[in-house]
Every structure is written in C-alpha cells, then in structure tokens.
C-alpha cells in the first residue's frame, strides 16, 4: 500500500465530513462552522493590500517579521504582564493550526502520550497520532467539562509527556479562573509535563479576565504559550498565529518551520501587524456582541428544555441532546434535512460525546433568532413519545 500506515490510521474530520453535506443545501443557517461572522476590521485589510501597493512581496525571516515579533512581545507585556524576547522566544507561524503541528513534532518521541481534555478541538488527536505520539483523553463530563486535577491524576503514567489546554474551549466555551489553574499547574509540575496552551479564543472571555497558563508561577519554563488572529480579529483566511516558549522549544519547532513552511506570508504578517497597533476596539466590540449572542442563546435553549454547560467565553454553546430520542449525527442531519439548520454532532469531538450538539453563535442575531425557532419547531415534531 503506498499510503503510510500512520496516515491511513488517522480519521478524517468528522466537522468536514459533515459539512461537505451542508455544501449544495440552499436556505441553510449554518451554526456550524467555527469561524467569525465579521470581516476582518478594515483598516487591517487596508495594511495589507497598502504593503503589496509598495511592493512587500518576499520571503520574511523564518521566525517571522522581527517588527511583528517586537509587536507580539509588547502586546503580552502589557495586557498579561507576560514577557518573551522577540529574538528567541517567539515564532509567527500558519495560524494556531501550524503552531500545534510543530510543538507536537519538536517534542514528541515514538509512543509518547499527549493527554488531551475531551471534548477536544478536531486536530489534537490527528496531529498527535502524525507525530508518532499517543493521544490520552481525559474525559471531563462529570465535571461540567473542567478539567481537574483528579482528572490528570488518574490518566498520568511514565510515558505522558504533554497535555494540551484549551481555553475558552472549543466546543464548550469553558474556561478558567486563576485559582482552578493555578490547581491544574500543580498537577502539570508535580508530572513534569510540558503544557501546551491553546488560547486562541483568550480575547473572547467575557465573565473574567483571561489567564495566560505562563503566567503563573513557575509555569513558564515548561509551557508552549499559542495564540494567533484568526478568532478574535476575525482574520481567519490571512492564517497568522504565533507560539511563545521556552527558546529550547521555540528553536525546535522553528527547524521544522524553516523547512515545511519557511514563513508566513508577508502581506498577511504586515495586515497582524497592523491588528495589534489599531484594532483593540473592533475586538472589544466583537466581544460584545458574541456576549450578547451567548446571552440569547443560552436563555433560548433554556427555555426549549436543552441544557448547556453557560460558556465563559469562545463562541459555542456544546448543548445536550440526551433527552431527545437520536444520536448526535440523527439529530443534525434530521435537523438540516427537515429544518435547514446545520450544527455539529458531538461525536466529532470525541466518540464519547453523542449525547452532544455544538452550536456556535458566529453567526448573525437574525440568523439566531431565526434558526432557534427551527430549532423549537424541530424538537416540537420529534418529541420522545
Ligand atoms: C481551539 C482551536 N485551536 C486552533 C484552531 C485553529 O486556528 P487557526 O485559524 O489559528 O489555525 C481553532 C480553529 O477553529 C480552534 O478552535
């Protein structure tokens, strides 16, 4: 067989696959993709195509453009008192996407395992698996979703070597305060464990202020810090994120970088670059208006009878279909048939999850209010009997 077996033994993705469904339906309100409904603010729009009207159109430095860098740097300085030297400590990669494929490349070896919180973002798993890694999960249910120390207690061994936190999560919008982190940090030191954090939804907290997991005591030598634009500056077609470590990490995953990749594009690095010095308040407007969806929506299914776990903050609402008579797949391919709503089966996030919907509220007030009624008249038609 020409195709490895390590790729042959990797599923493709469940939200895909779905939606190569959705694809061709006419009248769909999609609340299935996990993408911002804004276009990208305009003034870094306008960053971009002005850098191609001067000409920027090489290659940049592997690590990304050092005023960029600088940016990111000042940027985590002064939000989360969080220092990193441009120089050596922070890597611009291909959207939080990329930076996840090389942390896992840079520090796994044959058969290590990487424990992951389940429900858990698509490629976590894939990514580990590619890398010759083995996936843990760490089922959090019976804790409204949180992952807890106990949790990592009783899946920890010899062989684990990371654990990927994501947070405000996708799918369920959960997050953390400072103390329950600072929980998990004693549970991740005690192990030695390396500590990837995804946060690319950090921006998009809207009860709390977000905690970067490097920047509690102790945390920071053994943590892969990754973040990037696509979610809160609604830039996810210019593909820029950006990893923050320890240099011993950040020159690893560079090597991969300089000879997958080389660099991200440069009319997409200037556009970030722009997003950093002037678009605070588009953000924060952003916030605002994913804060008032999340308002409606969980009082909306409330009102239907579906319970949800109240999102702290992303734009998802991971909502249980456990007292309808379906699976997760029935239940939204019945919904998009007869309905026109597409949402994603919570299978797609881990096996264990059929009795799970994700809905993501990226999408129009309009579109909300209208496809919650779809979603009334659907339950309504299917009631257990
Ligand atoms: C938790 C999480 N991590 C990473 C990504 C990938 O984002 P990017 O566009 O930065 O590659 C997503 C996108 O949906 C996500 O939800």
Redesign the pocket.
Known sequence: MEISKRVQRVQPSGIRRFFDLVLGMKEVISLGV?EPDFITPWQIREAGIYSLEQGFTSYTSNKGLFKLRMGISRYLKSRYGLEYSPEDEILVTV???EG?DLVLRAIINPQDRILIPSPR?VSYGPLTELSGGIPVYLNTERQRFKLTPDIIERHVNSKAKAIIL?YPA?PTGISYTKKELERIKRAILKYNLICIS?E??GDLTYDFLHVPFATLAGAKNSTVYLS?F?KSYAM?GW?V?FACGPKRIIDAMTKIHQYTTMCVSITSQMAAYEALQTARSAVDEMRREYRRRREYVVDRLKELGIECVRPDGAFYVFASIKDTAFTSVDFAQRLLREQRVAVVPGTAFGEEFDGYIRISYASSFENLKEALIRIERFLKKNQRQ
Do not use: E, K, M, P
């Open positions: 996990g959207g939080v996407s996840l973002y994501n996708n995804d690319i939804y990037g696509s996810t593909r994120g």
